[in-house]
């Protein structure tokens, strides 16, 4: 077998094991999450994982990292119509991306990892690399607006940090409370006090 045919496999196998990850997160959720677990979903031993990742903070970190490549993919947009149409969508993306109910089991797993990053430190340093990748593409769309004379002139960098701090905490509602209305109202609150105010009139 050829270096290349070993490192391909190598990938087909990675990816498995990150499809496994998710299934078993999705049915047991973190706090009963174990590497026997994601072993039966991948239909193969604990030590075929462990030959990758020798820990389960290691395999999820990698899941992150994993669903940050799949996340940002489709937050880029590019064939949308110029940076306000991509705005709009990759704040919709971001807040109304948990509708299924395996969207859901998901995104309440992730919010438990997330809840382990103060005292987890692959968690953390993943966690920040996601967050710094999201928060820089909506400062490039923010900043090609301003350029493109479509947004007024602002702190864009201070105005991402904004987005995602109230996208993050209407997330959270969203899977805490009882009341299913919080991401629409979020949406809307993020329009009227925020992006509004970066729009510019037509003609000046």
Do not use: W
Not at 2 to 28: K, N, P, Q, V, W
Not at 50 to 56: C, E, I, L
């Amino acid at each position: 077998m050829s270096g290349a045919e070993r490192t391909e496999r190598a990938s087909d196998t990675r990816a498995a094991i990150m499809d496994a990850t998710y299934r078993a997160l999705c049915e047991h959720g973190y706090a009963d999450l174990t590497m026997q677990a994601i072993a039966e979903e991948f239909e193969k031993s604990k030590a075929a994982i462990h030959y990758h990742y020798d820990t389960k903070d290691e395999l999820l970190a990698a899941f992150l990292e994993y669903l940050l490549d799949r996340f940002a993919d489709r937050l880029r947009f590019e064939d949308e119509p110029g940076p306000e149409a991509r705005l709009d969508a990759i704040l919709d993306v971001l807040l109304f991306d948990i509708d299924a109910d395996a969207d859901r089991e998901l995104h309440t797993a992730l919010l438990e990892i997330r809840a382990q990053a103060p005292h987890r430190a692959p968690f953390r340093e993943q966690l920040t690399e996601n967050h710094t990748l999201i928060e820089d593409l909506l400062v490039d769309v923010l900043e090609e607006g301003i350029e493109g004379g479509v947004f007024e002139n602002h702190e864009s960098r201070e105005t991402a940090r904004l987005v995602l701090a109230t996208m993050l905490g209407g997330r959270v509602y969203d899977l805490t409370l009882e009341d299913r209305d919080v991401a629409a109202d979020v949406r809307d609150v993020l329009e009227s006090a925020v992006i509004e105010e970066l729009r510019r009139p037509e003609g000046e």
